[in-house]
């Protein structure tokens, strides 16, 4: 799921970025820059499918599984989480951020 975020796959926060940062190129006037960024998004995209298609192939039926940690799966799950309600959801995040901005600028 965290790589389907990488690839800006909508209802993720990896969409949510991704549209926002095109959308502020697109408003910005720089239209040239917005196509250069979504071609290097669907360049990223081929490696970032063969990586998760890769992950999930059941060539090597033989091979032995990884036991993984239960605080790992906790951690990885509150991103899965995150990724997914703040994709949703933006609002507060988004609010976040605009916050910071005031609060730390100079």
């Known amino acids: 799921m965290l790589l389907l975020s990488q690839l800006g796959v909508p209802l993720t ?3 949510y ?8 190129a697109v408003d910005a ?3 040239t820059l917005a196509v250069v960024a979504l071609l290097g ?3 990223a995209a081929v490696f970032y499918l063969r990586w998760t ?5 059941d060539d090597d039926l033989d091979a032995t599984r990884i036991v993984v940690p239960p605080i790992t799966v906790g951690v ?3 991103g899965v989480i995150a990724t997914v309600l703040f994709g949703v959801w933006p609002g507060p995040l988004a609010a976040l951020a605009q916050h ?6 100079p």
């Open 13 to 15: 926060t990896g969409f």
């Open 100 to 105: 910071a901005t005031v609060l730390f600028s």
């Open 76 to 78: 990885i799950a509150a």
């Open 41 to 43: 998004a669907a360049i």
């Open 53 to 57: 298609f890769t992950l999930f192939a």
């Open 17 to 24: 970025a991704k549209f926002a940062v095109l959308a502020a």
């Open 29 to 31: 006037g720089s239209s």
